[in-house]
């Protein structure tokens, strides 16, 4: 549990807040954070860390998000109009945070991968889309602004989260799963239940290049130093200079995050010198 994660299946109505509360009461945490805010009324996928997986929430929000989307329209829509305006909008976008949005509307640059129409009705003024974004990207100004394109106005009627980073909404478990799962570990001490739903923090560092380093230069690790090509045992080949990467332990431990200062081509070359600077520690300095 010290370095577990839990992908929740937030349902709408309570804040992201509240969750994360709920449950570090429900397991007795210490510390506990989420990757990434759902407003009140979004549900979907939500992951949170425990005790010391909290270090890479700030690393996980910044990653890319899939929605799926029910649009209103406040006249009858027309859907060469709004295949037109989908188009329009994929790609680099100006946004400012709605009115209801606790942060400072400042007008920031978002990207929108791809947007996917699902259905569309145009007797019930109503259509539904995925829509792959950038982290930080308002849907509800999205579908505002799709409104705009069109001439008939627009607004946000329902959203969730299906995917965020690598987590898909398949991973997600209720709150009534942890909190019955959690019963019966107290019970019955069976953990079989509790490990299904708490995840080792590793499986949020999947799509990061990793570099297995060797037991020795752990500790130096631990203490912030950078990584000498002589502790690499094994590495990725798709590290590029400037990319994050995972150092890890022969067992599969994660030990920190670096940034590469050299690539995976140059490493094989090297006799001597540094192949990463540490960025983010994950393991513990008692623990080596």
Not at 64 to 82: L, M, Q, S, W
Not at 116 to 134: G, H, P, Q, R
Request: charged share 25%; net charge positive.
């Amino acid at each position: 549990m010290d370095y577990g994660i839990i992908h929740i299946d937030k349902s709408s109505n309570p804040s992201s807040h509240e969750v994360v509360t709920w449950v570090k009461n429900i397991l007795k945490c210490e510390k506990t954070g989420h990757c990434g805010t759902l407003d009140p009324k979004v549900s979907g996928v939500l992951t949170i860390c425990l005790n010391r997986a909290t270090r890479l929430t700030k690393i996980q929000q910044t990653l890319g998000k899939e929605y799926v989307c029910t649009i209103e329209f406040n006249n009858k829509p027309k859907r060469k109009a709004f295949l037109k305006a989908v188009k329009t909008l994929t790609g680099l976008l100006y946004q400012r945070p709605p009115l209801m949005c606790a942060v400072k509307r400042d007008i920031r640059l978002r990207n929108i991968y791809n947007i996917e129409i699902l259905e569309f009705n145009k007797e019930k003024k109503l259509a539904l889309f995925k829509v792959s974004c950038e982290a930080g990207t308002y849907i509800r100004t999205l579908c505002v602004h799709i409104g705009m394109l069109m001439g008939c106005g627009a607004t946000m009627k329902e959203l969730r989260r299906i995917r965020s980073g690598s987590t898909d909404e398949s991973e997600c478990f209720t709150l009534h799963d942890l909190l019955d799962s959690n019963y019966i570990y107290e019970q019955t001490k069976n953990e079989s239940y509790l490990r299904r739903i708490i995840r080792p923090l590793e499986e949020l560092l999947v799509g990061y290049p990793r570099i297995m380093i060797k037991d020795s230069c752990v500790n130096a690790i631990c203490y912030g130093a950078k990584l000498c090509v002589s502790g690499v045992l094994k590495y990725d080949s798709n590290i590029d200079t400037g990319t994050t990467v995972v150092y890890i332990t022969v067992k599969g431990e994660a030990v920190s995050l670096g940034t590469a200062i050299v690539s995976s081509q140059e490493i094989e070359i090297m006799n001597h010198g540094f192949v990463s600077k540490t960025k983010r520690l994950i393991m513990e300095k008692a623990f080596v």
